[in-house]
């Protein structure tokens, strides 16, 4: 009994502190939930084929240490800083099963998350994030630095405010923006997407699915849809200022002699799905391939 | 499709819910949000409401001669005033509740903070509602920015410098949308790309507020 109390006390206690190197394993069932708050420096998430969580690494200066614990249904890696976290610069690495639902958030770190199946959550004040692999779904954020999603991911929320947003590989449900990065989506047969920036260039290459919708809003940013010659879609484009290219040959028309408003409204093939464009004065171009 | 029970996402297709813009299945996940929220049920209550007062606004608006001198004389109806000025309104009601997810979200604004922004006089010369709409929002996004500004020095400074300029950004955005409403104030989709822009810079300050709490 006092054994097991100790090692419960060890496996919840911090495991190192600042400039240490950590070495810490959990079990950790299949489909696990798996918290990781990694204060600064990075942090790259793996998944495995093991039922544990494996921490390693080197924790910052002004850390304090590693807590690895919870249940095997829900797991917490947590940097514990003392002061400032964003001045806490540790480098780790945590394994997780492959299935698992992960949730990383971090001050100031670049996260990078392959190889799992499960849904990828991450957050960053200040840093790029990465999700590559099979991800099923991954909602990602980052206020300064870039976010970039290359999963086959049925669902993706993908935002940055500094910073450029790309998804590769994508497919069903996506929302994405920016407000000066570009914003690149490129991928599979879509649902449904929505795309926004203020002043980034939107590039959107895909498929829809018939009745899917596409919505994009861009103030100043160019708006590039390459879509395939056979797509079946209802066209509604609207630019206060900015001008429009369209390869399937209608061309807009001026609202008013007063204004460069232009709207193009058409069907392209059987039509079906939906595709809404409006920007104030950045450009479309609708490009067939 | 709509996560049940995820009140941000509910809170984002409300606008396409009212409108009807929706598919069956997200109809459905909204339908069934609402009912077990609180919070997300009195949104739309609100916005409901807006519209329906909205409704009963006059169905055209002359732009003010003193901005586009010459321009108001020679306007000509372009589309049927009612269906643009509804859409116009609808907007003007999204930014409603766009400013009441921030007055939710926001914090006390502490003693000093300006509770006015230079956003309140850019919007003198549209619409009404949209002007009551924006001095909301400004109110609104000073008690995030004073949440912000309180974590200032939890922030890393490179980041400070690239937030401050990202709002520029989406200010001077807001600056270009409302320059084009003032030669056009009824158009539907500047009334909508206003509201959307607000909403940008209001989902902006709370992802900092979240991400650093």
Sequence with gaps: ML?????VAFLAAPV?????????????????????????????????????????????????????SGSSRRISVDVDTMGNPDSVKSDLEVHVPAGARVEVSAMSADITVTDVTGTVTADTVAGDVSVTGSAKEVSLESVNGSVTAACACARAHVESVNGAVTVRGGHGEIEAS??????????????????????????????????ATLGIESVGGSVELRLPAGTDADFTI???????????????????????????????????????????????????? | MITTMDCDRTLEALDDYVDGALDEAAFQEVEL??????????????????????????????PPRDLWPGIAERLAPRRP???RWTM????????????????????????GTPTATPVAAAAEGLPPALEQAEADYARATAQLMAAIEARRGALPPRTVA??????????????????????????????LLLASTHQRKVEVLRQVVRLTT
């Design chain 2, 33 to 62: 949000h609402l009912a077990g929220c609180a919070d997300c049920a009195a949104e739309h209550r609100m916005l409901r409401e807006l519209l329906a007062r909205a409704a009963e606004l006059p169905s055209s608006v002359a």
């Design chain 1, 178 to 211: 920016t407000v000066n990065g570009a914003l690149t989506v490129t991928g599979g047969k879509f649902e449904r997407a929505k795309l926004e920036t203020v002043n980034g260039r939107i590039t959107f290459e895909g498929e829809l699915v018939p009745r």
């Design chain 1, 3 to 7: 054994s097991e109390l100790m090692a």
């Design chain 2, 81 to 83: 005033a009612a269906s």
């Design chain 1, 16 to 68: 190192a502190g600042g400039g240490e190197r950590v070495d810490a394993r959990r079990a950790a069932a299949a489909d696990a939930i798996v918290e990781i708050d990694g204060a600064g420096g990075s942090l790259r998430i793996v998944g495995w084929d093991k039922g544990e969580v494996w921490v390693t690494g080197t924790l910052g200066d002004g850390a304090e240490g590693l807590e690895l």
């Design chain 2, 162 to 191: 690239a937030l401050e300029e990202n709002l520029k950004t989406i200010d001077a955005a807001l600056a270009d949308v409302r320059t084009a409403l003032r030669s056009d104030p009824a158009n539907p989709h500047l009334n």
């Design chain 2, 88 to 111: 116009g309104l609808a907007a003007a009601a999204a930014l409603a509740v766009a400013v009441t997810m921030v007055s939710r979200s926001g914090r006390e604004t502490p003693a």
């Design chain 1, 238 to 289: 609207n630019t206060f200022s900015g001008s429009i290219r369209n390869d399937w040959g209608e061309e807009g028309r001026r609202t008013s002699k007063y204004t460069r408003e232009q709207e193009l409204a058409f069907t392209a093939g059987s039509g079906g799905a939906s595709v809404d464009v409006q920007t104030l004065s950045g450009s479309v171009f609708l490009t067939k391939r």
